[in-house]
């Protein structure tokens, strides 16, 4: 298939303290995007050194200056007329793409029918912007934007659902140039901003071009761009009122037009007085004195595209992206485990529960049993369970006691998250799984496995890091450093073998097992989060070398975890790796022992690349992979099931 070439446009006015950011991450984007692309920079006559920043550190960006400041739309009509490429994805200058947001845009563009396409936009604190995926309906002569929340999109989007999206943001979206162009760019009636996006999408619609919403991009917008810098709040909210108004002229049918906005608009005019909202005062008489204006603008309207309404794109936009049911949400969990310190997985994902559900008991059943050693610790359990009352039961590995899960089944749903490969299918195991109503297990080979062994609802999720522990720790102690690193025990033959070789011919230092009986010598048996983070630091290298790989997206903890603290990860390679992860961008990896020495050659000599790919794993794995989201992925299932 021909991988389809893009040119990325990004206006820009004043923007110098923030161009470096957004321009590193896109230029990051384009190396990993394996099409051919171009990236533009229209500045719209800027009075800082933003021209100069780009042409020092920056030099593959193509730059056109505007004489005298045009606004936004006419900066992104220079930038698309002057692309080379078919796709454009329009960003704007506060906007930080994630290195992999490219490819999943443009795959929508196979289809004729595909206008524009949204990624999923994120806040400064990685929360899903709601103007990613717009579903709207009219409420008393207005729009009303429908609420929707991420694990839904991807729950269709992982159906093979077209999630269709009135429109895409001008800050991020990417579109075909031609149709832009036919459709005449943004309308010069909403300048200076606001509302122009809105606009396009809807008359795209109108033609019969689609826009879609792809969740699996992803950018953050810092919104700290020009209009919040260089414009008062009260006239930013005023154009941006006034445009709606406009909006709504254009688009509505004449019956919703007369009959509902305009009898509802007088309602709220002296309700807004009493208020004193003269934001809405204001921006209703302005949009009132260009009325002759929205008049002949929906003449041409309907010349062009017929009688279409807003209503009806609305419709369109619903029948062909139904959203999910609402079932119970699980406001209340009972969470069964030991208390693993070394690896800390189960406080890390009680920590993530308690983000997301309303309230969450631990359950310690070592603690338990040790407290009351004097009785049946299992009835103390159950009692706990049943005194609770939770929406949900959910248990670490099998944590549970076998008695106290058959006791409370039939009142409780129950879940198991298995976090290991050991002994999967032994009897004493599956007695137990088939007992409960979700199995979560971490690779994708066993889900079908134990569906042809009666145990119902298996299903793959990958486990994460913590968003808090797993984090950059720098340290100057020589202790932690070396060339080459690794933590793990002597488990196979391979890994041995492997180790040997790279402690012949670098510094390699090894912590957390027995290997002196191999001819290595281990630092530190035992290691913690903070000082695995160290480690991911002090390391040039932090090496995976594991051992299951037979089992499909079978991705350790340890990749996680050192992904999470920021450390260059070479690991072996493992079937499907690559439909999560990307070679090249998130980590390194090899096939054999020979390519794994190489490697390690190879990367020693170039720092830029590693501290590159290093950087990108981090932001990958904290907005993908924390717990926080592998709690919320595993209860929206549930929930959802």
Not at 388 to 395: F, Y
Not at 422 to 437: A, H, K, N, S
Not at 438 to 459: A, C, D, Q, R, W
């Amino acid at each position: 298939m021909n991988i389809v070439p893009v040119s990325i446009v990004i206006p820009n006015y004043n923007g110098e303290p923030i161009l470096t950011k957004t321009l590193v991450s896109v230029v990051e984007a384009v190396e990993a995007y394996t099409g051919e692309s171009e990236i533009i920079v229209v500045d719209d006559a800027s009075q800082d050194k933003s021209i100069q920043l780009i042409a020092k550190s920056f030099p593959q960006v193509i730059v056109f200056r505007h004489d005298v400041n045009k606004g936004f739309s006419e900066a992104v009509h220079t930038g698309v007329r002057a692309s080379n490429y078919p796709i454009v994805i329009l960003l704007n200058s506060d906007v930080n793409p994630d290195p992999d947001f490219i490819a999943p845009l443009v795959q929508w563009f196979t289809r004729d029918d595909t206008f524009s396409v949204s990624p999923l936009i994120l806040d400064k604190n990685r929360k899903p912007v709601r103007v990613s995926w717009v579903l709207g309906k009219l409420v008393r002569g207005e729009i009303r934007k429908e609420k929707w929340n991420l694990e839904e999109a991807l729950k269709l989007a992982n159906n093979g659902q077209v999630i269709k999206s009135l429109y895409a943001s001008g800050g991020s979206m990417a579109f075909r140039k031609d149709m832009f162009l036919q459709l005449d760019g943004f309308h010069p009636l909403y300048k200076p901003f606001y509302g122009e996006d809105r606009d396009l999408g809807t008359r795209a619609w109108k033609r019969g071009w689609q826009t879609i919403f792809e969740p699996q991009s992803t950018v953050i917008h810092d919104h700290v761009g020009t209009i919040k810098r260089f414009f008062p709040g009260k006239r930013i909210k005023i154009i941006r009122k006034r445009n709606r108004f406009f909006y709504l002229w254009l688009h509505l049918s004449t019956g919703k037009l007369i009959f509902s906005h305009l009898p509802w608009t007088f309602i709220r005019l002296p309700l807004r007085l009493l208020k004193l909202d003269f934001v809405y005062v204001i921006a209703l008489f302005k949009a009132l004195s260009s009325l002759r204006k929205v008049v002949t603008v929906r003449d041409e309207l309907v010349r062009e595209n017929g009688r279409s309404s807003l209503e009806e794109v609305f419709a369109t936009i619903k029948l062909s992206t139904a959203l999910l049911p609402r079932k119970k949400p699980i406001k209340k969990v009972i969470f069964v485990g030991k208390s693993k310190k070394k690896t800390g997985t189960t406080r890390f994902m009680l920590k993530a529960l308690k983000r997301r559900v309303n309230e969450v008991v631990f359950i310690n059943v070592p603690r338990v049993r040790k407290k009351f050693f004097w009785t049946d610790h299992k009835k103390i359990i159950q009692k706990k369970i049943r005194k609770a009352n939770p929406d949900l039961v959910l248990i670490y590995s099998k944590d549970l006691p076998h008695q106290v899960l058959k006791a409370i089944t039939l009142n409780y749903k129950t879940a198991v998250f298995y976090g290991d490969t050991m002994d999967p299918f032994g009897e004493e195991f599956l007695r137990y799984t088939r007992l409960v109503d979700h199995l979560f297990v971490i690779n994708k080979t066993y889900p079908s496995k134990y569906k042809e062994l009666g145990v119902k609802n298996s299903s793959y999720i990958t486990q994460g890091c913590d968003r808090d522990e797993h984090r950059i720790i720098p340290t100057k102690n020589p202790k932690w450093a070396s060339e080459v690193a690794f933590i793990g025990r002597p488990h196979s033959d391979h890994r041995i073998k492997l180790l040997q070789s790279i402690n012949q011919r670098y510094d390699l230092k090894v912590w957390g097992g027995d290997w002196e009986a191999h001819g290595l010598t281990c630092l530190k048996k035992h290691i913690y989060p903070k000082e695995f983070a160290k480690i991911c630091y002090a390391a040039k290298i932090f090496l995976g070398c594991d051992y299951d790989y037979e089992l499909e997206c079978y991705i350790t903890i340890r990749t996680w975890y050192a992904l999470g603290c920021s450390g260059f990860l070479l690991t072996n390679y493992l079937p499907g790796i690559e439909t999560i992860l990307t070679k090249g961008v998130h980590l390194e990896w090899y096939h054999n022992q020979e390519e794994c020495l190489d490697l390690i050659s190879y990367y020693l000599k170039y720092e830029d690349k590693r501290k590159k790919i290093a950087r990108n794993g981090y932001k990958f794995v904290h907005a993908h992979r924390t717990y926080d989201v592998v709690m919320d992925e595993l209860i929206s299932r549930i929930e959802n099931a």
